[in-house]
């Protein structure tokens, strides 16, 4: 796979990270009002530069494990989220997105998913993807159901974070079953 990689939605582009968002993602994944949906707490500047750091220099490996991309509005570059594929087993990964609190509710996150799944489906050739999410976090289990995902069970005590153990709901898409 080429680097770097830039996917184009329908109201979302996806993109690959650079040193320039740090101020963007520090807006992101900074905020707990976000960080409460996700898998990891709130993190400060210096994460930030680490965690675009890390995802450059996994963007470039060989084979890439890893498609970690910002999410930008079509007319704008500044990144409002993220989207992710970790690549996992056979032909399998793991999905995960996050959105700017100030951006929630205008179907960036649906887009951003649908976009990053089609391509991991079209490009990367994966037969299934999974997504995890948290059993309280109502809109992204709408958006998994939205785009078609099923829901397999609950992952008991899956993360910590904010504290505590948390579950997860366990959703997957099969790419025969892939609306494209």
Same mark, same amino acid.
């Given at each position: 796979?080429?680097?770097?990689?830039?996917?184009?939605?329908?109201?979302?582009?996806?993109?690959?990270?650079?040193?320039?968002?740090?101020?963007?993602?520090?807006?992101?994944?900074?905020?707990?009002?976000?960080?409460?949906w996700?898998? *990891?707490?709130?993190?400060?500047?210096?994460q930030?530069?680490?965690?675009?750091?890390?995802?450059?220099?996994?963007?470039?490996?060989?084979?890439?494990?890893? *498609?970690?991309?910002?999410?930008?509005?079509?007319?704008?570059?500044?990144?409002?989220?993220?989207?992710?594929?970790?690549?996992?087993?056979?032909?399998?990964?793991?999905?995960?997105?996050?959105?700017?609190?100030?951006?929630?509710?205008?179907?960036y996150?649906?887009?951003?998913?649908?976009? %990053?799944?089609?391509?991991?489906?079209?490009?990367?050739?994966?037969?299934?993807i999974?997504?995890?999410?948290?059993?309280?976090?109502?809109?992204?289990?709408?958006?998994?159901?939205? %785009?078609?995902?099923?829901?397999?069970?609950?992952?008991?005590?899956?993360? *910590?974070?904010?504290?505590?153990?948390?579950?997860?709901? %366990? *959703?997957?898409?099969?790419?025969?079953?892939?609306?494209?």
């Amino acid at each position: 796979m080429p680097f770097p990689i830039r996917v184009t939605g329908s109201t979302v582009v996806l993109r690959e990270f650079s040193m320039q968002d740090v101020d963007d993602v520090l807006g992101i994944i900074g905020d707990d009002k976000v960080t409460t949906w996700l898998s *990891f707490d709130s993190r400060d500047r210096d994460q930030a530069v680490a965690m675009i750091e890390g995802t450059l220099e996994r963007a470039r490996q060989e084979p890439r494990t890893e *498609f970690y991309l910002g999410v930008t509005k079509r007319d704008d570059d500044h990144v409002i989220g993220f989207a992710r594929i970790g690549l996992s087993g056979v032909q399998a990964g793991k999905l995960g997105y996050a959105i700017a609190a100030k951006e929630w509710g205008r179907g960036y996150a649906t887009d951003a998913a649908r976009t %990053l799944v089609t391509y991991a489906f079209k490009e990367l050739g994966l037969h299934r993807i999974t997504a995890a999410i948290g059993p309280d976090n109502t809109a992204s289990i709408a958006i998994a159901q939205q %785009l078609g995902f099923t829901r397999e069970g609950t992952l008991r005590d899956h993360v *910590f974070t904010n504290g505590q153990w948390r579950d997860s709901v %366990l *959703f997957s898409a099969l790419a025969h079953e892939w609306s494209w």
